[in-house]
Every structure is written in structure tokens, then in C-alpha cells.
């Protein structure tokens, strides 16, 4: 069985896959993320395992799992299933790496749009020949919430809301509308440009937030919260 673990900005999540089916998913914190992640090993009988970070893991932790396990450090130089034609492929992001390599497996031969809504939105997009370019990095939710907070007098920290009006009666209001209608056109916004250019556009919506924003959006997307889990079974498999 393979091992899957995703270092992001905020959480670590642990996969495991047999034959490509995903058999255990959990969420980790870092303190306790190792010794669990030992115990996955042991009762999974993972005998493969590939590592992709944004986060912060240090040596110590990844030589703790090399003594268990075979282990792929996600990095510019392991063999991915597209070509590569970002013009600084040293500075791109592993996980945009392991969701182009997603897309290219799900959805061999179409020209895909992958949007990644956690701490930032990127966009990713891959045409219908393998080929990747490169696409676009914006402030997630969360981020536009805190730096109206954080770089203002006044303005306080709030939290996504369910309902969301266009036109803000109060402080608060205003900013939900600012922060949740902005993201909501901007992903639209970017969707139908794409779609100007590629007819047979496939759109991926993942991340953290996409139960948040799926339904508020008004083009047509596919929704995969484990897209960027199976992009890395993809890399490893790709790589055994």
C-alpha cells in the first residue's frame, strides 16, 4: 500500500491507497504527526510512501520515516506525468505539482483548470497535449479576512459566514460581501477567461474551502477535496 503525506500551510494530512482506491484519510497536527504517522505504516503495511511539504517538517521527522519506509521527497526533480514548461520550475509549488499531476490522470487529454481555494487560491491549468504552463496564486479566505484586520485600525477579524448579501448594511456585512463575492467573481471571472480560450475546458475546484465555495459558484466545476491526495499516489506510482 502507499503512504501519502500532504505537509500544507495550516495542517498535515496522512492518505493511504491500495491500487489506487484511497483507504484512510486523517488530518494531523505537527507535534504528534510522526508518531502516528508510524502507527499508519504498521497497521496498513505501507511499504511505499511519498512526502509533499509547504508547512514546516524538519530533517529529524523525515529521517524518523525513512527508517520505516521507502520515502519520496516531492521536490522540481522527481519524475511527474506532464511536461513541464513553467519558466522557473525550481520555485514552483509541490503542491500545484501533485494537483497537475491529478489532473493529468483523471482527465488524460483535456485541457483542465485546477483551483486550489485554502490559505492561497492558485490556478492551474494543463492542456489537452500534457503540457503545463503555469496559472496564477491570489490570498485565500482567510488570508483576505486577516490582512483587512491586520493592516487596518479598525476593521475586525471575522470568520466566513453562510449567507451573504452583495450590498453590506454594516461594518461587518460589508466586509463578508468584500471578502466572499470577491473571491466567488474572481474564480468566476478567471473560469470563463479560460473558457475563451479552451471550449472543452474541465474545471477542478479543491482545497479547504471547497464545501464553502462549490455551490456558490456559477460555472459548472467538478469538486474533489482529496485531489491533491490522489495527485501524489499518482507521483509515487508514476515513480515505483
Do not use: W
Amino acid at each position: 500500500m502507499n503512504l501519502i503525506i500532504d505537509v500544507g500551510n495550516t495542517r498535515i494530512k496522512n492518505a493511504v491507497f491500495d491500487d489506487g482506491k484511497m483507504v484512510h484519510n486523517e488530518s494531523l497536527s505537527n507535534e504528534i504527526f510522526v508518531s502516528e504517522t508510524i502507527k499508519i505504516i504498521k497497521k496498513y503495511h505501507c511499504t511505499n510512501a511519498i512526502i509533499s511539504s509547504v508547512g514546516s517538517i524538519n530533517k529529524s521527522q523525515i529521517g524518523k520515516l525513512r527508517a520505516e519506509i521507502n520515502l519520496i521527497e516531492l521536490d522540481f526533480n522527481t519524475k511527474v506525468p506532464f511536461v513541464n514548461n513553467y519558466a522557473s520550475p525550481k520555485t514552483l509549488g509541490v503542491d500545484r505539482i501533485a494537483l497537475v499531476s491529478s489532473a493529468i490522470a483523471k482527465y488524460p487529454n483535456k485541457n483542465v483548470l485546477i483551483i486550489d481555494a485554502g490559505t492561497c487560491i492558485t490556478f492551474d491549468f494543463i492542456n489537452n497535449d500534457g503540457n503545463y504552463y503555469g496559472g496564477a496564486i491570489s490570498p485565500g479566505l482567510q488570508m483576505r479576512y486577516k490582512a483587512l484586520h491586520a493592516f487596518t485600525e479598525k476593521l475586525p477579524l471575522l470568520e466566513p459566514v453562510g449567507k451573504c448579501e452583495l450590498t453590506g448594511s454594516s461594518t461587518e456585512t460589508s466586509i463578508h460581501s468584500g471578502v466572499i463575492n470577491g473571491v466567488i467573481t474572481e474564480i468566476d471571472g478567471v473560469i470563463n477567461q479560460y473558457r475563451k480560450k479552451n471550449n472543452d475546458l474541465t474545471v477542478v475546484l479543491t482545497g479547504g474551502d471547497v464545501n464553502f465555495l462549490a455551490n456558490r459558484l456559477k460555472n459548472g466545476i467538478f469538486a474533489n477535496p482529496n485531489f491533491l491526495l490522489e495527485g501524489l499516489n499518482t507521483i509515487l506510482t508514476y515513480n515505483l
